[in-house]
Structures are given as structure tokens and as C-alpha cells.
């Protein structure tokens, strides 16, 4: 796996925040973005559910989703 902020585990938001800002982006283009990714979480949701996996995988996908979503967007 690539890092980030020198990191491969237990990525927070403050980690996407120095990548942007060491990659040139300024401070309205990083909160665009996630704001963007925000609004994506009930697609991935709805995606999910309707995929071919089966019902307790779907769950253990939406949980490991929200898990690492609360991890960024808390």
C-alpha cells in the first residue's frame, strides 16, 4: 500500500490535509474536495447493497466504510 503522510495505517484527516497542502492544493480546493467525498457515502451505501456480495459481507463492508469514514469526516 502507498502512505500517506508517512502513514499506512489509521489514516486521519489531518494526513489527507499536510498530502494536499505538501502537494500545492490551498485551503478551498482541500475543503471542496471534501465536501465532495461527503456527499458520496449513501452512493457507496446504496452500491453496496445492491452488489452480488453476500448480506454479511455487504455488513462487514459498510461497517469497515463507516468505521474509516467517522476516522476522517469525525
Given at each position: 500500500a502507498l502512505s500517506l503522510n508517512s502513514k499506512k495505517r489509521q489514516i486521519t484527516r489531518e494526513d489527507f490535509e499536510v498530502a494536499m497542502t505538501n502537494?500545492?492544493?490551498n485551503e478551498?480546493?482541500?475543503h471542496n474536495?471534501?465536501?465532495?467525498f461527503e456527499?458520496?457515502?449513501p452512493?457507496?451505501?446504496n452500491c453496496i447493497r445492491t452488489s452480488f456480495i453476500s448480506p454479511d459481507m455487504q455488513d462487514r463492508y459498510l461497517a469497515l466504510i463507516q468505521e474509516r469514514w467517522a476516522r476522517i469526516f469525525a
Open positions: 502537494s500545492g492544493l478551498k480546493v482541500q474536495i471534501f465536501r465532495l456527499t458520496t457515502l452512493q457507496w451505501e
